[in-house]
């Protein structure tokens, strides 16, 4: 195969917006698509290669996973290994099994799967996972162990552009299709990704066959998919849900550049500038090192990784790229270097001693034993505490669970009277709000969407959610039923303010700030435009004044101090790496961020007149100032009041619970 020095200087720009992305740089929002482009380069590659053994008759399944091994095992192997002794030492039990799981998967090549039932690629705990990035090489492998069985399958070689052609279109409609419905299984499946590498596949077989003639031709294509890349490098975000349709920019637009990119074409030749080649050639070990250098400098530090440590982590990523490129990766790669039978004999010593190694901290749970008691103690809060039924009562924003299942009802024994209606905070304190209940004889029914504020008329991207329907149908729902009272309870000041939580001293949320459906009616700004806050202030109280029209009493739920922190992260940080200041203090936050924060969300729930059937609760009084002047507190007597960095556990659920129920016991509602 002839080589192209322009799909090396690809391959870099595939990888660096991915290593950018990963450390949080907002020009690089989109830089995830970096994966997509390596799938159609792989794709392109790898069918030229065996279309033309396979044409020739010379090709063997043994010399083709000879190759793959080559490639794939050397370096993953030992970054794999050199990530162990920094799991040992860094990550409490709860992350050191989930890094063993990791470790057992990538080398059978099913961490796609594994990342899959642990949660989404965007969700905030999976910074902390040194081997998160290995999902793509999982799904290539996967790939690659039918794709050659339907090249050489004779009774289609007549018809193998159509057949490939069909799978391609089926694989496309199913990512668009499962984008919303199954967006974690849609991000890190096979069957969502194939489209893909066969886009690559596809242009492998009729490039060929097509005679590039026309030098402006090949100068507007090249342009034009280097723009496309550009363009989803810049403006796509998390939010976009991919793949989907809207990955066919990035996906075409690499296409393009493979089809018409050549050392006569502008972009042909900046690709083909020796620097970037450079990087291309050991892009591999750059895509390996980066996520594992990354996490593990997530895990150690309390706080947020300022961008001037990220800055040092990347040049290191290039450094440790270019060696273990340089004395790993090419010794290997080279025929003469080590025979089939080394390759796979090393190949299956390995797998087997990382297979082995992963299950030790599977089976010991994460091998609590060599951390301090303290470490896990607060490690274990991630999952401790947390709503008994998960997310079983959570509408998925697409499939509405109205009327509400028989698990959503609480202390079924007594009469169902109260409802609790909101977000992911409002499901976050059920538990305990349910047993307060329950001591007065009350039953509880929970309504609750993720991400989606109980409210009437909430303009929300239509490719997240189905919010507005949602609440259209809970409302008929409580104004046709029996329920006498309604608690509403969301996380006001973050749908309002349109971005996610800084505490101003270092915990900063992690997610983008367009996630989750944020409101993008009349395409306002959200810096405290004034149209746009009165327009989400009308929406914000038109549930609370529809539901007392309609006789109801109502809980107003003010907004519960967000942490910024991950809180149980933080405290296993402090045990496990003894930092002596923050053990002998309160872990809290400032008082002035939390009124600043809130400032808007109380503005325009304040408008809401007195009214008798009205009950309004601040969970501020609970959490501010009441143990530690000017701050709210994370922690009660060094147990964790928070899940995550904004959701309350039971004991924190408890606190707010207790407001609540004393609050309808004042008001006579019992």
């Not at 492998?141 to 289609?156: G, M």
């Not at 074409?265 to 591999?284: A, D, H, N, Q």
Request: hydrophobic share 45%; glycine share 8%.
């Amino acid at each position: 195969m002839k080589y192209r020095s322009e799909i090396d200087g690809l391959r870099a720009i595939a990888v660096i917006p991915v290593i950018l992305f990963h450390a949080g740089f907002s020009l690089f929002k989109g830089g995830f698509v970096g994966v997509d482009i390596f799938f159609v380069i792989s794709g392109y590659l790898i069918t030229t290669i065996i279309y033309k053994e396979i044409n020739a008759g010379t090709f063997s399944f043994l010399y083709f996973y000879e190759r793959r091994i080559r490639r794939i095992f050397p370096a993953l192997f030992f970054i794999s290994f050199v990530c162990i002794p920094f799991a040992w030492f860094w990550l409490a039990a709860i992350e050191y099994k989930r890094f063993s799981e990791s470790l057992a998967t990538i080398n059978i090549f099913s961490s796609n799967i594994l990342f899959w039932s642990q949660g989404g690629y965007f969700s905030p705990n999976t910074a902390l996972k040194p081997l998160l990035h290995t999902w793509s090489l999982a799904v290539e492998e996967q790939f690659y162990i039918f794709f050659p069985l339907l090249l050489l399958w004779k009774r289609i070689r007549k018809h193998q552009l159509v057949v490939l052609s069909l799978v391609f279109l089926l694989s496309l409609i199913w990512s668009e299709y499962s984008s919303t419905l199954y967006p974690k299984a849609n991000f890190y499946l096979l069957v969502s990704r194939a489209w893909e590498l066969l886009a690559g596949a596809i242009l492998a077989i009729v490039l060929p066959r097509v005679k590039m003639k026309r030098p402006v031709l090949s100068q507007i294509g090249a342009l034009l998919g280097f723009g496309m890349i550009i363009y989803s490098i810049a403006f796509f975000s998390e939010s976009d849900l991919m793949p989907n349709m809207l990955t066919l920019i990035p996906v075409i637009g690499t296409v393009l550049i493979i089809a018409f990119a050549d050392k006569r074409t502008l972009i042909g030749r900046m690709l083909g500038f020796k620097p970037i080649v450079s990087i291309g050639l050991m892009s591999y070990s750059a895509y390996l090192w980066h996520q594992p250098l990354f996490a593990f400098a997530r895990v150690r530090l309390v706080g947020a990784v300022s961008s001037d440590i990220y800055i040092g982590l990347i040049v290191c990523t290039l450094v440790l790229a270019y060696l273990t490129w340089r004395f790993i990766e090419a010794p290997f790669r080279k025929k003469g270097g080590f025979t089939r039978r080394q390759v796979f004999v090393t190949a299956i010593l390995g797998a087997v001693f990382f297979i082995g190694f992963g299950l030790t901290g599977i089976i010991t749970k994460g091998l609590p034993s060599r951390l301090s008691g303290d470490a896990d103690y607060y490690a274990s809060f991630a999952n401790k505490y947390r709503p008994v039924k998960g997310e079983i009562c959570y509408s998925n924003r697409n499939h509405l669970l109205l009327p509400p299942q028989e698990e959503c009802i609480y202390n079924s024994e007594f009469n169902l009277t109260v409802a609790l209606w909101g977000d992911s905070h409002a499901g976050a304190i059920i538990d305990p709000l349910a047993k307060g209940m329950a001591s007065q004889q009350q039953g509880i029914i929970e309504i609750v969407s993720i991400g989606c504020p109980p409210v009437i008329g909430f303009k929300e991207s239509a490719k997240v959610t189905k919010c507005n329907q949602f609440n259209v149908e809970s409302l008929k729902y409580l104004k046709g039923s029996s329920i006498q009272t309604v608690i509403l309870l969301a996380r006001w000041a973050f749908y309002i303010e349109g971005k996610r939580f800084n505490n101003g001293e270092g915990g900063v949320e992690a997610g983008a700030d367009d996630g989750y459906g944020l409101p993008i009616s009349k395409n306002k700004s959200f810096i405290h435009d004034k149209e746009y806050l009165s327009e989400m202030g009308r929406i914000y109280r038109s549930a609370v004044e529809a539901l007392l029209d309609a006789g109801k009493q109502v809980v107003l739920v003010y907004p519960i101090p967000e942490a910024g922190w991950n809180v149980p992260d933080f405290f296993t940080k402090i045990y496990l790496h003894n930092y002596e200041p923050l053990k002998s203090s309160i872990v809290s936050t400032s008082y002035d961020v939390f009124q600043s924060r809130t400032k808007n969300a109380y503005t325009q729930l304040d408008k809401l007149p007195v009214h008798p059937n009205l009950l309004k609760i601040y969970p501020e009084r609970v959490f501010c100032n009441s143990t530690v002047s000017g701050r709210c507190i994370l922690e009660d007597n060094k147990k964790p009041l928070y899940y995550d960095d904004d959701h309350l556990n039971y004991l924190g659920g408890e606190l707010v619970s207790r407001q609540i129920i004393n609050g309808m016991k004042a008001k006579g509602w019992f």
